[in-house]
């Protein structure tokens, strides 16, 4: 059964830096995988998609990587605004028909001023 | 501008009562989901459908109905056999024919049980 994790589930980082959040599947045998970004009490904003033939995805300052071998995606957002704060999820797409998408809990995410 | 539309935002449920939420796509979408959200936890999925007058159960059926009368729409139904429905639901499509399969999502609708 596909289990997909991300830890930590809170980081706080000051303005300006760098920072990294991680998404992990226990199944290689994904189609694509998909983060997201909630702001409180809103829906889920689509963020970057990888294909699973892909290594990845960048859209501005967000950078995404996947490696099916090991499990694995990371998101990478560069020079951190106040205004990124908001939680953020990772999903894996098991087919390619309308089949189960897996979510993670998210990691939420607070950038200091 | 295309997009979901969730109704109501919030809404509020007496014990025993059956509430409908809807979820209209004007994106061409075959697909559409709903998925159900409790703090601190991922989502869960509730149904899906592929296509008009099709769907299926997901992870966490059991006290919901759907239906898939026409393309557009994809309504859920909490019925009185879901004993803990408070929670943050969200209804979401995705196009079948698209090689990229981006799920697109609602704001959401709040329900509690008074």
């Known amino acids: 059964k596909q289990e997909v994790t991300q830890i930590p589930a809170a980081l706080s980082v000051p303005e300006g830096e760098n920072l990294v959040l991680n998404c992990s599947f226990t199944d290689s045998a994904i189609y694509n995988l998909q983060w997201f970004r909630q702001d409180p009490g809103k829906g889920l904003t689509s963020l970057l998609l990888i294909q699973s033939s892909q290594r990845e995805q960048t859209s501005g300052r967000l950078n995404a990587s996947l490696d099916k071998s090991s499990g694995r995606s990371t998101l990478y957002i560069a020079a951190s605004q106040p205004g990124d704060s908001a939680t953020y999820l990772c999903a894996v797409r098991l087919g390619s028909s309308a089949s189960k998408i897996i979510f993670g809990s998210g990691t939420r995410l607070s950038i200091r001023p | 501008d295309g997009g979901i539309t969730q109704s109501p935002k919030y809404l509020f449920r007496k014990e025993g009562q059956n509430v409908t939420l809807s979820c209209e796509q004007n994106l061409n979408h075959d697909a559409m989901y709903w998925y159900r959200q409790d703090p601190g936890q991922g989502l869960r999925l509730i149904y899906y459908?592929?296509?008009?007058?099709?769907?299926q159960k997901g992870d966490i059926a059991e006290g919901y109905s759907v239906s898939r009368e026409k393309k557009e729409s994809f309504p859920l139904t909490v019925t009185s056999a879901q004993k803990n429905p408070t929670a943050f639901y969200l209804c979401?499509?995705?196009?079948?024919?698209?090689?990229?399969?981006?799920?697109?999502f609602g704001a959401g609708s709040r329900l509690t049980v008074l």
């Open positions: 979401a499509s995705s196009s079948k024919f698209s090689g990229a399969n981006v799920l697109t």
């Open positions: 459908s592929q296509i008009v007058n099709d769907f």
